[in-house]
């Protein structure tokens, strides 16, 4: 439940259309409800200012499915990253309108209007590898409100190709950029625009990339002062900060 949803409650109370039983219990499992397993933080959206997110992966099928109808059922977006298709099979027995993002590997249900970004968050990314991060990116940042464009496969090593979306590169008003290997590109945007720039390393690349670790340092080593880096492969929290940069 968000401030709008709480906000349209409590008119309803006024104006005598909702009793203040009935009020009451929708507002029952306010700050948060105890599954057992899993304590569902339904006040987050009002404090922060977007919902708690499932994060899949160490989860099993039936307890993210669990979660997923329970927060369906509260009125919010809901969002479950790191998600194959097996978890999206138990959330459509419990909620049929949820969709499987593939590449992204996430779950959405789309219910609730979200605060609506500012401008538009380009979310670009090196290679084709990293579309998985990238979409993921993309997704959350949609669902949390925002206009999104996708500049993929524009990595450093063709860098013509990049140079061919200054437009959209120069129009955005945040950019999240996606990156293994060496981890170049973020700072090369960052030196063609005059918005924040979230780099995101992933993990692809060949042995020396440690996984991600070589981008990761690389990234975090910018001499482009307005590039900020988050975790590994971590698209879903590039999206949170964009959107919070884009709501400003």
Same mark, same amino acid.
């Given at each position: 439940?968000d ?11 006024r ?6 039983p009935?009020a ?7 700050? &948060?409800?105890?599954?057992g397993f899993?304590?569902?933080?339904h006040h ?5 200012g ?9 989860k099993?099928?039936d307890?993210?499915a669990? +979660? ?28 049929p309108?949820?969709v &499987?993002h593939?590449?992204?590997r ?5 219910q609730?209007?979200?605060?609506a970004?500012k401008g538009? +968050?380009?979310?670009?990314?090196a ?7 990238a ?10 409100g925002?206009?999104?464009?996708? +500049?993929a496969?524009v990595g450093?090593?063709g ?30 945007v ?5 918005a ?7 993990s692809?690349?060949y042995?020396?990339? &440690?996984?991600g ?14 590039v900020c ?5 971590n ?12 709501r400003?």
């Amino acid at each position: 439940m968000d401030r709008a949803q709480i906000e349209a409650l409590l008119t309803e109370v006024r104006e005598g259309r909702t009793d203040v039983p009935d009020a009451l219990e929708r507002l029952r499992d306010l700050p &948060f409800e105890d599954m057992g397993f899993a304590k569902l933080d339904h006040h987050r959206s009002l404090r922060t200012g977007m919902p708690e997110v499932i994060f899949s992966s160490g989860k099993t099928i039936d307890h993210v499915a669990q +979660i997923f109808a329970r927060m369906a059922q509260h009125g919010s977006n809901v969002l479950a990253t790191r998600a194959s298709r097996e978890y999206y099979g138990a959330v459509l027995a419990f909620e049929p309108r949820a969709v &499987f993002h593939e590449t992204a590997r996430c779950i959405t249900l789309d219910q609730a209007p979200a605060p609506a970004g500012k401008g538009t +968050i380009a979310v670009v990314c090196a290679g084709t590898s990293d579309l998985p991060i990238a979409e993921e990116a993309a997704v959350t940042a949609r669902l949390m409100g925002n206009t999104v464009e996708l +500049i993929a496969d524009v990595g450093v090593a063709g860098i013509h190709r990049l140079l061919a979306q200054r437009t959209s590169l120069q129009s955005a008003r945040v950019l999240i950029v996606c990156a293994g290997m060496e981890g170049a590109l973020p700072t090369v945007v960052g030196g063609l625009v005059n918005a924040p720039v979230l780099a995101v390393p992933t993990s692809v690349g060949y042995g020396a990339s &440690f996984g991600g670790l070589a981008a990761l340092l690389g990234m975090l080593n910018t001499c482009s002062p307005n590039v900020c880096t988050v975790n590994i492969d971590n698209g879903f929290g590039a999206a949170c900060i964009a959107t919070l940069i884009n709501r400003m």
